[in-house]
């Protein structure tokens, strides 16, 4: 089966640093993408990783570790506009639709 | 103008009715996607489609069809409406995967459905 977790809510204050961590159990792996949803918006693109590593993004940074089917987003300097939900998702085989986790919404407060 | 556009935005329908949610993209990706969100079950996929000859189902089909009218065009229908369809619909695109590129989705603005 395919699955992919992640927390359901996360708090934060403007200024500080969080990290939204993300697991995934999938058929084959061709990337992991982290989009931002606003409440009642669409979806946007923040950052994709396929090799293990850093991605950094100006605040925005993603990580990747495909030995342990894991992934976080990492947000500094937050800001109350981040205030959102953060989807993590998986393309397993090569040119296939994205599987997304269930999205972790964060709160920012001042 | 956006990429992704889907109509109508807000649309409420009774039991049993047929309805159809559109999508477009100026884009020009062969690759479209019709998604359903609901709260705490996240992005749920229900068609998706390659090219214009080409239709495949996702994890939640039932209940649901699609037409790919045009390479910019992918049409959402739902038979006959009930209630627990009730959600955020949003039509997304993207290019063809050529390998080691990222295959980016975008998403429109999402159409919300009630059924009563």
């Known amino acids: 089966g395919q699955n992919i977790d992640q927390p359901t809510e996360m708090t934060a204050t403007e200024g500080a640093i969080v990290q939204i961590n993300c697991t995934y159990q999938?058929?084959?792996?061709?990337?992991l993408f982290w989009y931002q949803q606003h409440a009642g918006e669409a979806p946007t693109f923040l950052s994709y990783?396929?090799?293990?590593g850093l991605e950094e993004k100006g605040r925005f940074s993603s990580f990747l570790s495909r030995s342990k089917g894991y992934s976080y987003l990492l947000l500094k300097e937050l800001q109350m506009k981040d205030s959102a939900s953060y989807l993590c998702?998986?393309?397993?085989?090569?040119?296939?639709?994205?599987?997304f986790g269930k999205g972790t919404t964060l709160s920012v407060s001042s | 103008d956006a990429d992704v556009t889907q109509t109508p935005r807000n649309r409420i329908t009774k039991t049993g009715k047929r309805i159809m949610l559109e999508c477009s993209q100026t884009k020009g990706h062969d690759r479209m996607y019709w998604y359903r969100q609901d709260p705490g079950l996240g992005l749920r996929l229900i068609y998706y489609?390659?090219?214009?000859?080409?239709?495949n189902k996702g994890e939640i089909s039932d209940g649901y069809s699609v037409s790919r009218q045009a390479q910019a065009k992918f049409s959402l229908s739902l038979e006959s409406a009930i209630p627990n369809q009730t959600a955020l619909y949003f039509c997304?695109?993207?290019?063809?995967?050529?390998?080691?590129?990222?295959?980016?989705?975008?998403f429109g603005p999402g159409t919300r459905l009630l059924v009563l």
């Open positions: 489609s390659f090219d214009v000859k080409d239709i």
């Open positions: 998702a998986v393309r397993g085989q090569a040119g296939t639709a994205l599987i």
């Open positions: 999938t058929s084959g792996f061709n990337g």
């Open positions: 997304a695109t993207s290019d063809f995967w050529r390998g080691g590129v990222s295959e980016t989705q975008y």
């Open positions: 990783n396929v090799l293990d």
